[in-house]
């Protein structure tokens, strides 16, 4: 018997691919949802890229109830996104696009998956950015992207929203994560300010369970420091 229900939107990328496993390891039927397959996770969803925003949302509504067999969800967990630097000067369009489509698209789609399939108080939790709270010139697109998973938070979190009753929506805003990735292309950064992995995934986890959770719609702020993160 397992211990409830997830999806992870984004659960091949490296935070994901962490979730996927924290979560395995302690009992939960995982469902990953993402451009490729995760083959720790019991049902895979598998986007088309080259689908547009409205033909993915009906994809993964349709493949993730007849996965569910009428089964409610513990928690959506949309960790899905990427990075582009860039201002106003050269591709600002292309670079905005592609931000919208990695973390606009993937969290919208989230909150219908939610809306449709979670339990009463389950979890929807999305990826902001600490960055995007304020101006980010040199990351323009990127910036606009994560304000408005924020922005999705705060409305997901208020009455009529389509979610259900005592439902958590809540957005992570890390600095930096200690990802494979970020490790190659920073390697002389100092790590003890990155957040670790299966920090957020314990995290998610509690939440999931109902423990210290925050109030819902909450930005909340992953700070680490000297290898020891706390949230604000």
Known sequence: MASGKVLIY????ALGASCVQYF?????WVGCIDLAENESADVNIVVDRDADWVSQEQSVLSQVESSLKGDKLDAVICVAGGWAGGNATKDLAKNSDLMWKQSVWSSTISATVGANHLK???LLALTGANPALAGTPGMIGYGMAKAAVHQLTKSL???DSGLPEQALVVSILPVTLDTPMNRKWMP???FGTWT????VAELFHKWTKNEERPASGSLVKLITKDSKTELR
């Open 196 to 199: 670790p992995l299966e920090f």
């Open 10 to 13: 984004g659960g091949r990328g």
């Open 188 to 190: 002389n950064a100092d």
């Open 120 to 122: 009463t108080g389950g």
């Open 157 to 159: 979190s208020g009455k």
């Open 24 to 28: 395995k390891n302690n009992n939960y």
